[in-house]
């Protein structure tokens, strides 16, 4: 099981790095920047670096909810969106909207939004859990 611990930090106290995470992501959402490649290239430090620490330090009270967006196509097969809610409603995921397409040649497309702050598991085992399971023909991380 994938447990998280968290920590309240005065921000003097942290490494640099951290800090410069914290500005790119304000400067994105902040509409400054569209590309994190600008944005990352303003603050001095690399993508990788950004995308290594951006969904694990948080201001304060910054993110009572993180929520994971996810677009699918489903083969029209009876009981595939169960499984999927199956999946996430072990994870410990919070479904917040669904919207399904009209099946139309055999697949539907369906969007879901999870609030994933409580998950007892990676968000990135959800992910490929529900990728792999039969009839998910395609998933995509919509930002």
Not at 18 to 46: H, P, Q, Y
Not at 47 to 74: C, G, H, M, P
């Amino acid at each position: 099981m994938y447990n998280k611990k968290y920590y309240v930090v005065e921000s003097s106290v942290l490494p640099e790095v951290f800090i410069k995470v914290m500005e790119v992501k304000k400067l994105l959402n902040e509409g400054k920047f569209t590309r994190v490649n600008d944005a990352v290239k303003e603050v001095g430090i690399s993508r990788s670096t950004y995308y290594k620490y951006k969904d694990s330090i948080f201001e304060l009270y910054e993110n009572k909810t993180q929520i994971l967006t996810l677009a699918l196509i489903l083969d029209h097969v009876s009981g595939i969106l169960s499984k999927i809610l199956d999946v996430v409603a072990k994870a410990n995921g919070n479904i917040l909207t669904i919207n399904q397409s009209i099946p139309q040649e055999d697949f539907a497309m369906v969007s879901m939004s999870i609030d994933t702050i409580a998950l007892n598991q990676n968000p990135d085992e959800l992910i490929d859990v529900i990728k792999n399971l039969p009839g998910v023909r395609k998933l995509q991380i919509i930002k």
